[in-house]
């Protein structure tokens, strides 16, 4: 299984942008997908989750009303729209898979996850 997001960059506070996650996998609506995210000097934190079906979705505090994830399962793909960025929300962000019918139970754990991506940075001035 591998991983590849991308849609990272440079934005003002107050912009948005878009991240892509694409898994490479047979069954990938079979998986449950998570993004998270490590600002320099900090532990990685987790952001948002979504369903194998995309009928449900966790996310931080810190996100909830900015940030919304969703899944195409046609194209092996989930997608992180964040909106009313922060100077703080500036970190490299992580997609991660783990394949499950279950709820959301443990999204917010990363040992809860199996595969990762390689992560895309994004920056946010102010």
């Known amino acids: 299984v591998q991983l590849q997001a991308s849609g990272g960059g440079l934005v003002q506070a107050g912009g948005s942008l878009r991240l892509s996650c694409v898994v490479s996998?047979?069954?990938?609506?079979?998986?449950?997908m998570g993004w998270f995210r490590q600002a320099p000097g900090k532990e990685r934190e987790f952001v948002a989750a979504i369903n194998w079906s995309g009928g449900s979705t966790n996310y931080a505090d810190s996100v909830k009303g900015r940030f919304t994830l969703s899944r195409d399962n046609a194209k092996n793909t989930v997608y992180l729209q964040m909106n009313s960025l922060k100077p703080e929300d500036t970190a490299v962000y992580y997609c991660?898979?783990?394949?499950?019918?279950?709820?959301?139970?443990?999204?917010?754990?990363?040992?809860?996850?199996?595969?990762w991506g390689q992560g895309t940075l994004v920056t946010v001035s102010s």
């Open positions: 991660a898979a783990h394949e499950t019918l279950r709820p959301l139970y443990y999204s917010g754990r990363y040992s809860h996850y199996d595969y």
């Open positions: 996998v047979r069954t990938f609506s079979t998986y449950e």
